[in-house]
């Protein structure tokens, strides 16, 4: 039984360690010979390969997956093969044959099947510096600015409120009504209290708006950025502490509301006090979202009309209702004029095209930081060997499969005759490498850096004319 179960354990490493082999084998057959037109994830020149030998597999055509590698026109040729019959028409550009064993195949289709995870790196450093690069966030000025209007606006009705709710106090405390009812009660409490306690909140209201230690706001001097930026700076703990002011107003406000409706029972009467009806929390707040009429006193708001003996009461309208209507016309006029009259706010779309200029920016400062700026518009010959030799290295890896490794063409045309598809400039060269065409050449921008295309352009036009494929394409090079 030791050692059967030795065998077996020896067996299962063989085999694991084999399947290790293949994956790699197949991860270098794959880049040699398919990645220039196919892709692992995605199609492109050609379909994508993934779960491809399972899908011949479950039409009955595994073996021939294999002659559809090694000689795909015999194969569409004989007619025996529905699925080739499907994917002739994928692309304009037929297959080449490839010079590959059964064996490589399925080392091929392995590795697309299970390919290996890429490994984690735990730092991203830069090639020309080891130094950690610090992130510092910088505030959106303009989104501040525009939430800076809305709190000094709250702040001005909270302040508004307060100034009412104090002087009711005040007419109240003075008022001969409340100092005869007071009398009479022979109330004992000290009024002086009430004084402190009005003096307390105008000392805590005056600190908070005399107090300049954390609200420090910047107005920007003409010149003084190359970029635009408001009128007013107000940074990130502007707000905060402009949130905190609001906050104290309301407990304030809270506090000077409970202040008035404690005074008020002070001087009810006793039969005041015994009409009224003191109803839970939840009954108050009931009433207070709903506005509902007692059912004893639901006669006062009959209606006259009257049909099959069900008659009509006039209840108003939910006061929570209310509320929200009134608070969507304070929206819709906050909106009209944040984003079309001041339009201190930007549009979906004018976001959209801000962000968009902004990572266009960003990535041209990057490229030229790395001197990768060229394009189809800038490119230019190489004639430098060590530049040239980099542009060879870089076709023998990519573009051998369609154009043969002298350029004299494949699948693809002949590059080194006159006669040129898109032109013969190094710029429609450039362009048509890093673009690719409707007619099978693959985009190549997702795979080269812009350097990398114009080292591969430049060797494309530094090819001596071979003997090859028929001419194609109407434009002459001179």
């Not at 909270?158 to 009398?183: C, E, G, H, M, W």
């Not at 962000?355 to 930081?369: N, P, T």
Request: charged fraction near 20%.
């Amino acid at each position: 039984m030791k050692k059967l179960f030795i065998k077996a354990t020896v067996l299962i490493g063989l085999s694991f360690g084999s399947f290790t082999t293949q994956a790699q084998d197949g991860e270098a057959l794959f880049k040699s010979k398919c990645n220039t037109c196919h892709l692992l994830d995605k199609a492109s020149t050609g379909p994508m390969l993934k779960g491809v030998k399972q899908k011949w597999t479950d039409a009955g055509e595994a073996e021939m997956l294999y002659q559809w590698v090694q000689n795909s026109t015999g194969l569409i040729g004989t007619g025996k093969s529905k699925m080739a019959n499907e994917i002739k028409g994928f692309s304009p550009m037929e297959m080449p044959a490839q010079q590959v064993t059964n064996e490589e195949i399925d080392a091929i289709l392995s590795y697309v099947d299970n390919p290996p995870a890429a490994p984690e790196t735990a730092t991203t450093t830069t090639s020309d510096t080891s130094v950690p690069v610090e992130v510092k966030m910088k505030p959106n000025y303009k989104e501040n600015l525009s939430t800076f209007y809305l709190l000094i606006g709250t702040i001005a009705g909270l302040l508004i409120t307060i100034i009412i709710l104090s002087q009711s106090i005040l007419n109240l405390v003075k008022s001969d009504y409340f100092k005869n009812r007071l009398a009479a009660k022979k109330d004992k409490e000290d009024k002086g209290g009430l004084t402190s306690t009005a003096l307390s909140i105008l000392l805590i209201v005056g600190a908070i708006m005399l107090s300049n230690s954390s609200f420090a706001l910047t107005f920007s001097a003409p010149g003084e950025s190359t970029e635009p930026s408001p009128w007013l700076k107000v940074e990130n703990s502007d707000i905060y502490f402009l949130v905190v002011i609001n906050i104290i107003l309301l407990g304030i406000i809270v506090y000077l509301k409970s202040m008035f409706n404690k005074l008020v029972a002070l001087v009810k009467t006793e039969k005041q006090k015994e009409k009224e009806v003191v109803a839970a929390p939840l009954k108050k707040i009931n009433q207070v979202l709903t506005d509902v009429v007692p059912i004893e006193e639901e006669h006062k708001i009959l209606l006259d009309h009257e049909y099959d003996g069900i008659r009509e009461l006039d209840n108003n309208l939910p006061p929570w209702w209310v509320w929200g209507f009134f608070a969507t016309i304070v929206f819709a006029i906050i909106y009209l004029f944040n984003y079309h009259i001041f339009e201190t706010g930007d549009l979906q779309y004018k976001a959209y095209d801000k962000e968009m200029k902004k990572a266009d920016a960003e990535v041209k400062a990057y490229l030229s930081k790395m001197a990768m700026n060229v394009d189809e518009t800038n490119v230019t010959l190489l004639t430098d060997g060590g530049e040239i030799a980099k542009g060879k290295a870089l076709f023998d890896a990519n573009c051998v499969a369609c154009h043969n490794s002298k350029g004299e063409g494949n699948i693809g045309p002949n590059l080194t005759d006159k006669n040129w598809i898109y032109g013969f400039d190094i710029k429609e060269v450039f362009k048509t490498i890093k673009l690719g065409t409707a007619n099978g050449m693959p985009e190549h921008n997702s795979k080269f850096n812009p350097i990398q295309l114009q080292q591969v352009a430049s060797y494309v036009l530094s090819l001596p004319e071979t003997k090859g494929k028929a001419p194609q394409g109407e434009i002459l090079e001179k």
